[in-house]
Nanobody
Framework: QVQLVESGGGLVQAGGSLRLSCAAS????????MGWFRRAPAKEREFVAA????????FYADSVKGRFTISGDNDKNTVYLQMNSLKPEDTAVYYC???????????????????WGRGTQVTVSS
C-alpha cells in the first residue's frame, strides 16, 4: 500500500494561487489512479480532480475546471494540484488519495481509493 503525505496548503487571498503536493512512498504512484478530494467546513468530502495511472487521463469537478490542474512527477513520485483563481468557497482540507490497480468504483468516488493522506488546509480569504 502506498503512503501519502500532502503539503503546500496555507492562507491566500481570493484570486491567488497555491500548489499542493502529494508525496507517495512505498510504491510508485504511476501504477495508481491518483485523486484529490476536499472537505469544506460542515460539508461532506467531495471529489476535486483525478489522474489515471500513467497519466493517461485527467478529470475535474465542474467547480474547479479551468482553474485547477492535476499533474505528476514520476521521478519525485509526487502528484501536484495547481490551484489558480482561488475563491473563498475553495476553503477546505484537501486530501490526496491513491487507488491500487483493480480497485472497484469510479474516479470520483471515495470508495475507489484505498490510500489517503491526512490532508492539508487551504484557506481563501475574500
Amino acid at each position: 500500500q502506498v503512503q501519502l503525505v500532502e503539503s503546500g496548503g496555507g492562507l491566500v487571498q481570493a484570486g491567488g494561487s497555491l500548489r499542493l503536493s502529494c508525496a507517495a512512498s512505498g510504491r510508485s504512484f504511476s501504477n495508481y489512479d491518483m485523486g484529490w478530494f476536499r472537505r469544506a467546513p460542515a460539508k461532506e468530502r467531495e471529489f476535486v480532480a483525478a489522474t489515471m495511472r500513467r497519466g493517461t487521463r485527467t478529470f475535474y469537478a465542474d467547480s474547479v475546471k479551468g482553474r485547477f490542474t492535476i499533474s505528476g512527477d514520476n521521478d519525485k513520485n509526487t502528484v501536484y494540484l495547481q490551484m489558480n483563481s482561488l475563491k473563498p468557497e475553495d476553503t477546505a482540507v484537501y486530501y490526496c488519495a491513491a487507488a491500487a490497480p483493480g480497485n472497484y468504483g469510479l474516479y470520483y468516488q471515495m470508495a475507489h481509493y484505498n490510500s489517503w493522506g491526512r490532508g492539508t488546509q487551504v484557506t481563501v480569504s475574500s
